[in-house]
Nanobody, 122 residues
Framework: QVQLVESGGGLVQAGDSLRLSCAVS????????MGWFRQAPGKGREFVAS????????FYADSVKGRFTISRDNAKRTVYLQMNFLKPEDTAVYYC???????????????WGQGTQVTVSS
């Protein structure tokens, strides 16, 4: 089994920053892509960012480009999401996930964390 535990969420004001972390434990994979997703109240889960095993390839949703940065430390089996210039519309539960095949589609993310709440007040 694979366990993912997110941390770092909280209540901040617009313009503030937060850094989310996601620690992976349990079964190991040779290489895997990791991603961050979010789900706002009353909305579906949406892609935020992803990072390849080596960290050389990253993708971001248009809504967070230039404000969020994804990174990873494979020795610690941890992925991070640095969120700057937060906006009220960033309010959501943030989830990290593992794509063991690095297929690049939401359906290929086979393992998910429980989520961490991020609330941005105006």
């Amino acid at each position: 089994q694979v366990q993912l535990v997110e941390s770092g969420g909280g209540l901040v004001q617009a313009g503030d920053s937060l850094r989310l972390s996601c620690a992976v434990s349990g079964r190991t994979f040779t290489t895997y892509t990791m991603g961050w997703f979010r789900q706002a109240p009353g909305k579906g889960r949406e892609f935020v960012a992803s990072i390849s095993w080596g960290g050389g390839t990253t993708f971001y949703a248009d809504s967070v480009k230039g404000r969020f940065t994804i990174s990873r430390d494979n020795a610690k089996r941890t992925v991070y999401l640095q969120m700057n210039f937060l906006k009220p519309e960033d309010t959501a539960v943030y989830y990290c996930a593992v794509d063991p095949r690095s297929a690049g589609t939401m359906s290929s993310y086979a393992y998910w964390g429980q989520g961490t709440q991020v609330t941005v007040s105006s």
